[in-house]
């Protein structure tokens, strides 16, 4: 299947696979993720880019068309991958606290530092659709805290440092994952009564929860809470519609989903 370059797509089994029309199946040219515990997908808005963790410390590239799969970068607890619309892909390593990482396929990395970095470890990062800010959900001595940024770049589009933080959703502690819904909103999943539940959170810091998910682990969105899809640990891909969660006609039975992603 060739899906439109804004389909969602999911990770089963290490096969990447498009939702189009109710009906997941696999993608044309895409292979399977060679690695202990694949997860984690993500990609370019033209698919130039696919990358997924092939498992918690190994970032790859995944195999398209002639080309095999490559590792980009390795570190114990990468966050799952970002890709921004210049190709790079933007992770962060437990074993590397106050900064996170940028990564092109050609191999070229860059360490993108911050102030307010320092002495935080990096749990979550997710770049904006027009590249100029950064979701960062990370831990530090005044606990896990949801931060926006922007980007600074050179000429060339290269990440070289990341602005002043902004700190949103308070007082949520956030648990790991972070989505943009639309340009001003995020979707975060948060410590709640019943465990990790997701939550919008709005840049001018307002937070509203959505109905709590049983061991939710991973988030999607495209633009809008109707395009919100939740995966649970137990590999269940949900909807949000109606204000509720609904299984996804078509992704049930022996699909175990290990990944979620829109383009971005």
């Known amino acids: 299947m060739t899906p439109d370059p804004g389909e969602l797509e999911l990770l089963v089994d290490g096969r990447t696979l498009a939702l189009v029309d109710g009906v997941a199946a696999p993608v044309d040219g895409v292979g399977a993720v060679a690695g202990a515990a694949p997860r984690a997908i993500a990609r370019s808005a033209d698919g130039s880019v696919r990358v997924a963790l092939a498992d918690a410390s190994t970032?790859?590239?995944?195999?398209?068309?002639?080309?095999?799969?490559?590792?980009?970068?390795?570190?114990?607890?990468?966050?799952?991958?970002?890709?921004?619309?210049?190709?790079?892909?933007?992770?962060?390593?437990?074993?590397?606290?106050?900064?996170?990482?940028?990564?092109?396929?050609?191999?070229?990395?860059?360490?993108?530092?911050?102030?307010?970095?320092?002495?935080?470890?990096?749990?979550?990062?997710?770049?904006?659709?027009?590249?100029?800010?950064?979701?960062?959900?990370s831990d530090g001595p005044d606990g896990t805290t949801l931060d926006v940024a922007g980007v600074v770049r050179d000429d060339d589009g290269a990440p070289v440092a990341i602005g002043p933080a902004l700190r949103v959703g308070a007082p949520l502690t956030p648990t790991g994952p972070v989505v943009w819904v639309d340009d001003v909103t995020l979707a975060v999943l948060a410590d709640g009564d019943a465990g990790a539940a997701p939550y919008l959170v709005t840049v001018a810091g307002r937070s509203s929860?959505?109905?709590?998910?049983?061991?939710?682990?991973?988030?999607?969105?495209?633009?809008?809470?109707?395009?919100?899809?939740?995966?649970?640990?137990?590999?269940?891909?949900?909807?949000?519609?109606?204000?509720?969660?609904?299984?996804?006609?078509?992704v049930t039975g022996d699909l175990d989903v290990t990944g979620v992603a829109f383009p971005g």
């Open 209 to 250: 929860s959505l109905p709590a998910v049983a061991d939710a682990v991973a988030l999607a969105a495209d633009r809008g809470e109707r395009t919100l899809y939740v995966v649970t640990a137990e590999g269940e891909l949900l909807r949000h519609q109606g204000g509720t969660w609904v299984a996804v006609p078509g």
């Open 59 to 137: 970032l790859v590239a995944l195999p398209v068309g002639a080309a095999a799969q490559r590792t980009l970068l390795t570190g114990a607890g990468l966050a799952a991958p970002s890709v921004d619309r210049f190709g790079w892909v933007w992770t962060a390593r437990v074993s590397a606290p106050g900064r996170v990482d940028t990564v092109r396929l050609d191999g070229t990395t860059t360490e993108v530092a911050a102030e307010w970095l320092l002495g935080r470890t990096v749990r979550a990062v997710r770049v904006s659709r027009d590249a100029s800010r950064v979701a960062i959900v």
